[in-house]
């Protein structure tokens, strides 16, 4: 299980070779918008304080500010030093990551990073997403610009680039696709610099 978790992620590493494009052993990576609007950031640990707990989560700690190697393992489940050291050299800067957790074995995470380059994010969260989720199917919810995921019947990864900003969440157990909907738009809101006031979409 180990190899086929690693493997996705350090495959694109070696065939992107860490370019300003989306890696070409990726399916489905679209920068779209971000393009656009490749210079907007904004601080991680502001993105993820916006969220609220679901219902029937509860947090499991404060947020947590989180350098290259906290970044890996907040987003995969566990620690990866090659991972990290191709992080930083992909222009990673700082991040930030929440995590809630439920009955039945429920968990949602946040993790929101700022870069140097956004597209190497785009890349890369796609890759990572379906490591956490090696047996799932693609998910791309329409309403995010190149949104990139991975979904199972107990568990999701979805992955989205705003501008330099990089907005992941991986959940396990029973966890719904509204939920983790609804936490992206509040999080790509804020990267955004949108009004939070409008509803969901959970296309």
Do not use: H
């Amino acid at each position: 299980m180990e190899t086929l978790r690693r493997s996705p992620v350090m495959r694109w590493f070696s065939s992107a070779a860490l370019a300003a494009t989306c890696g070409i052993g990726l399916t489905g990576c679209s920068l779209g918008g971000q393009q656009e609007q490749q210079t907007r950031v904004a601080e991680p640990a502001t993105v993820v304080s916006v969220l609220p707990t679901r219902p029937g989560l509860t947090p499991a700690g404060p947020i947590r500010a989180v350098d290259a190697q906290g970044f890996t393992a907040a987003q995969l489940g566990r620690p990866d030093s090659a991972l990290t050291t191709n992080l930083e050299q992909a222009g990673f800067l700082r991040g930030a990551t929440r995590e809630w957790t439920g009955p039945k074995g429920a968990s949602l995470v946040a993790v929101v990073g700022l870069w140097d380059d956004g597209s190497a994010a785009a890349s890369l969260g796609g890759a990572v997403a379906d490591a956490v989720v090696p047996a799932g199917t693609p998910w791309t919810p329409s309403q995010y610009g190149g949104s990139q995921g991975s979904r199972a019947d107990n568990a999701r990864a979805l992955s989205v680039v705003v501008g330099r900003v990089s907005l992941f969440l991986r959940a396990t157990g029973p966890v719904d696709d509204a939920a983790v909907l609804r936490q992206m738009d509040l999080m790509f809101q804020t990267a955004s610099g949108m009004d939070r006031r409008g509803t969901s979409s959970n296309g």
